[in-house]
């Protein structure tokens, strides 16, 4: 073999353990921004749905509806908000309370203290993290399980 044979074949081997050394940092970098792109969209799922919870209130008297299904189809017109991405969920109209993917608590009202924690995100797939949504309607990260 002559010696530009030799530096070829050493040079494609250099190549190809580069790139097995970089492969899985690559590929735990696309995994985790996928899982930054689900968590950022159940946040968004549940920023909507306190929107729906506020506009609600307003029209009867500050009080948030006894059940989520009382959302649909009037101040959330797609069912997806009521799932979080992390997770399959299939909810119809006639079972939005039982398969949506975020616990709720029933009988609070828009003038309860800020900080009261209204819904959160059940599903268990952030990372031991959940996100929650406030009477305020903020949506903030913690991490309660």
Not at 31 to 39: D, E, L, N, P, V
Request: proline share 6%.
């Amino acid at each position: 073999m002559t010696r530009v044979h030799k530096g070829l074949i050493v040079g494609a081997v250099a190549l190809v353990g580069v790139w097995a050394m970089i492969g899985p940092v690559l590929q735990a970098l696309v995994i985790g921004s996928k899982h930054r792109a689900r968590r950022a969209a159940c946040a968004h799922n549940l920023k909507q749905l306190g929107t729906a919870m506020h506009a609600y209130a307003v029209d009867y008297g500050d009080h948030f509806p006894d059940k989520l299904s009382r959302l649909y189809p009037s101040y959330v017109s797609h069912l997806a908000v009521f799932c979080c991405p992390a997770t399959f969920c299939d909810v119809s109209p006639r079972d939005i309370d039982a398969n949506t993917n975020y616990s709720y608590v029933p009988g609070l009202t828009r003038t309860d203290p800020p900080h009261t924690l209204v819904m959160f995100d059940r599903s268990g797939f952030h990372n031991g993290r959940r996100s929650q949504l406030l009477v305020d309607g903020q949506v903030e990260w913690s991490n309660r399980r």
